[in-house]
Antibody, heavy 119, light 108 residues
């Protein structure tokens, strides 16, 4: 079964840091482009960051650029998101998402991990 | 940055057709994808590249894209279609992925 499993979500104070992980299984992780997408409570979907299969192309939403860092380890079938200088408006469920069908379509989603930024 | 505009909500009676729009500047020149998110669930891809359906998605779901509007059409709407629907695309100018604000579909 094709699966993405996120971990690392937690309650963190404003200004703090957190590292999210995503473990892929059921498919060959290396060739796929990957993304992080988030959803604040009761709000819509917001794309956060993208990384190419070989990590040579990376992009970030303006709202997180300079604070978040995406990375991957193809040998471990894993995707990461290092988050720093966290703010209250970063509170959201963070989804690990595979970009695999058509031109940039998100075809596989993890179940999400909740990040809460609050004092 | 590229902006996708969706109506916040719409309602339709069972058995009728729902047409959910996604507006953007010259969106017809881009590939648009659509996601369904039922309450409390993870988003699911229902249309990719404007009009293609992933395996397992009913034929009742179809898509089109032209000019400044992309449209997701759901024929013979069922109670189980009640969900939030999001359009999404890749903006080649910024290399950003962009979501619309979502449309909440209510089945009366």
């Amino acid at each position: 079964e094709v699966q993405l499993v996120e971990s690392g979500g937690d309650l963190v104070q404003p200004g703090g840091s957190l590292r999210l992980s995503c473990a892929a299984s059921g498919f060959t992780f290396g060739p796929y482009e990957m993304n992080w997408v988030r959803q604040a409570p009761g709000k819509g979907l917001e794309w956060v960051s993208y990384i190419s299969s070989a990590s040579n192309t990376i992009s970030y939403a303006d709202s997180v650029k300079g604070r978040f860092t995406i990375s991957r380890d193809n040998a471990k079938d894993s995707l990461y998101l290092q988050m720093s200088s966290l703010r209250a408006d970063d509170t959201a469920v963070y989804y690990c998402v595979r970009e695999g069908t058509g031109l940039g379509a998100f075809d596989v989603w993890g179940q999400g991990t909740l990040v809460t930024v609050s004092s | 940055s590229y902006v996708l505009t969706q109506a916040p909500s719409m309602s339709v009676a069972p058995g009728q057709t729902a047409s959910i729009s996604c507006g953007g500047n010259n969106i017809g020149r881009k590939s648009v994808h659509w996601f369904q998110q039922r309450p409390g669930q993870v988003p699911v891809l229902v249309i990719y590249d404007d009009k293609d359906r992933p395996s397992g998605i009913p034929e009742r779901f179809s898509g089109s894209n032209s000019g400044d509007t992309a449209t997701l059409t759901i024929n013979r709407v069922e109670a189980g279609d009640e969900a939030d629907y999001y359009c999404q695309l890749w903006d080649s100018h910024t290399d950003h992925r962009v979501f619309g604000g979502g449309t909440k579909l209510t089945v009366l």
